[in-house]
């Protein structure tokens, strides 16, 4: 069973939403999921899982959320060859730069040597029904292809 990571930061509750759905979906697919807030996550713990999924809402102009800062940090300083990763987040279509944290933590990622496995999911506010199954089956895709490649 792959051991899979999702760690999120989420101001008012819409991207901690998408993180409960992309760990049901996870679990959905018969591996475990660990649901973890960026404010009790260090970056170093990523080595120890067999994925990790990151997520945060986008603050400021297009920024990262301050919460998230210290964990990006960590990032730089941590070497993520062959790592499988995937990135999303909530944002808001009004800011001139839609979901930005999301593109920098992708960014970042990459940086460090991480595979980014699937294409970034970024919704706007919280999921509609329609997009809480996107995060589903997001969870749920990440979990084969950590399999599929281990
Ligand atoms: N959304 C964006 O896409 N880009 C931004 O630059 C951006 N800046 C924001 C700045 C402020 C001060 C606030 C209050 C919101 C901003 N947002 C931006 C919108 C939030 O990312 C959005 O409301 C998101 O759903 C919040 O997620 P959360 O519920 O997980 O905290």
Known sequence: ??????????????TEEMAELIAGGIRQSGQEAVLKS???????????????????YTWGDGEL?????????????TELSGHKTAVFGSGDTGFEIYCGAVDLIEEKLKERGAAIVQ????????????????CRKFGQRFAELCLAVS
């Open 1 to 14: 069973m792959a051991k899979i990571l999702v760690v999120y930061a989420s101001m008012t509750g819409n």
């Open 38 to 56: 960026v404010t009790g996550c260090s970056a170093f713990e990523i080595a120890s899982y067999e994925g990790a999924v990151v997520g945060a």
């Open 65 to 77: 959320p301050d919460e998230f800062l210290d964990f990006y940090e960590e990032l730089e300083e």
């Open 119 to 134: 294409p970034s999911l970024k919704i706007e506010y919280g999921p509609t029904s329609a997009e809480k199954d996107e």
